[in-house]
């Protein structure tokens, strides 16, 4: 009985150390969407994704360290066309998205940062671009470049690469979000609010025919040909720079059947 | 009966003379036959190319079509099938004269810009006609897939036995 008891003291501990201490407390909330651009079971689609971040008392929350978007299983990368060229990140965050071939466009999007001083709503980051980057163990790697101009001055590129994932979900893009000062020694800006796409909607790619440079629309990622119950899970998870952590899930509805 | 016995030991004379005979022409036809064909089955390095073009997909399949040069030539088919974001894996099928190889390889796979490549093993799952004792395992399976047509180019190298 001696024996049970103690075991069961040591079980506890056991459970009781290996839980997260971001368990203890979630100081962040998150919210995300997602859409598909046409969604047609089986059909190359823009994947259009948001999230929007405060803390629980309804301010920014810390800065952003990591990302993890977590997307359904049965896209299909097959046919996908998108990023046929591949830019530098160097490149891109020299010389911006002009940097960078055409036809390695994946996406765009903007953002909304708060600066830690003063009052205000937000300011926002009208540019975001997402690229195709240098593959890293040959993982599809997305770069995505910011463009702030004001109040926050800078302009930054980070990489999100797209690793294979398992059960409900069949990849996830995992991105580390670097710092961004808001003025030379000053605090870091918190980011509030992005909107992105990765998909062929707007982006207009180049092939040479018969020695002519023609325009074409890229193919997107495939919708899944099946949609699971209830929809296509989608689900974030957010690392902020005071090592604290939240997520959020959300999913696409089935499409209506065709008749 | 003696003259029975006579007989019967010339019939055995005979007999003996025509297997012989027999094993003989057997033998003259086995050394006349390619490798492939011998009855005990011989091991040799495969070393192949293929170029094929997409004739059609299907969900997460590529079926292609095409040539292989090498070793052994042939039609070839490759229904390549896209498992996850870095990883294929395929079955192979050449059709050279007098037979068939079928073949299954699993491969890390690395989209990177407008082509994407594929690199892993290949194992001889079976054959027919010349082939109909092909086995192997372990064979390098590598290649490309050009994103813009889906044509792929395939290497497959190693020792097989048939």
Redesign the interface.
Known sequence: MSRLAALTVLAAMLVCSLTPPAAHAVSELASLHASFSPNRLGAPTTIIFGFHLQTVEGQAPPPLTALDLRMPAGMNYTTTTLGLSICQPASLLANGVAGCPPNSRLGYGSALVEVPFGVGAGHEIPEVQAVAGPSRAGNLVVLFYANGLFPVSAQLSFAGEVLPDTGRFGSQLQTNVPLVTSVPGGPDVSIVNVQSTIGPAHLIYYKHLHGRRVAFHPRGVAIPERCPRGGFPFAASFGFQDGSATSASTTVPCPPRRR | MVGVERDVSSHRVNRRTAFTAGLCVLAAMLASVSPATALASRTFSLNETGHLHLTS?H????NEQGSALGTISGTIYIHLH?V????VTAEVNIYPRGGSLTGYASA???????VASFNGTMSIGRGSGRYNRAHGSGLSFTGTIQ??S?AVTVHVNGRMSA
């Open positions: 997909h969900g997460f399949t590529l896209v996850s974001t870095n990883r890390s796979y690395r989209p990177s810009g407008s994103r813009v889906d």
